[in-house]
C-alpha cells in the first residue's frame, strides 16, 4: 500500500521553528511533485507549498513566505518543510501530498484532484 508518512509535528512556542519530513512507503515517487497542506480546526485544508521533482520550482502560500522553506533530497526520497517564526496561526494538521502535475498545487486548485496524501502530523504554536 503506497503511504505518504509524515514526521516532525509537535508543540513549539510563538517564534520558533520546526521541521517536517515526509518520506514516501511502498513505491517511490519519481517525477511527482510533492506539497504540503494544512487544515485549522473549523477551517477548509489550505495549500502551504508545493516543489518540483527536480526542486528547481517551488511556490508558497502568501501566509507562509518568508517563513517556510520546502526542499526535497530525492536520493533520500525526503521532502522538508522548515518552518521558521512560527505563529499561533499555523497551528494545524500538516498533509503531505505528490502528485505527478504541479499545477494541481496552490491556493486557488482544487486538492481533491492530488493523488497521494499523507495522514498529517499536528503542528501547535503557543502563544
Known amino acids: 500500500q503506497v503511504q505518504l508518512v509524515e514526521s516532525g509535528g509537535g508543540l513549539v512556542q510563538t517564534g520558533g521553528s520546526l521541521r517536517l519530513s515526509c518520506a514516501p512507503s511502498g513505491r517511490t515517487f519519481g517525477g511527482y511533485a510533492m506539497g504540503w497542506f494544512r487544515q485549522a480546526p473549523g477551517k477548509e485544508r489550505e495549500f502551504v507549498a508545493v516543489?518540483?521533482?527536480?526542486?528547481?520550482?517551488?511556490d508558497y502560500a502568501d501566509s507562509v513566505k518568508g517563513r517556510f522553506t520546502l526542499s526535497r533530497d530525492n536520493a533520500k526520497k525526503t521532502v522538508y518543510l522548515q518552518m521558521n517564526s512560527l505563529k499561533p496561526e499555523d497551528t494545524a494538521v500538516y498533509y503531505c501530498a505528490a502528485d505527478l502535475a504541479y499545477s494541481r498545487f496552490g491556493p486557488a486548485r482544487d486538492d481533491r484532484r492530488i493523488e497521494f496524501w499523507g495522514q498529517g502530523t499536528q503542528v501547535t504554536v503557543s502563544s
Open positions: 516543489i518540483s521533482w527536480g526542486g528547481g520550482s517551488t
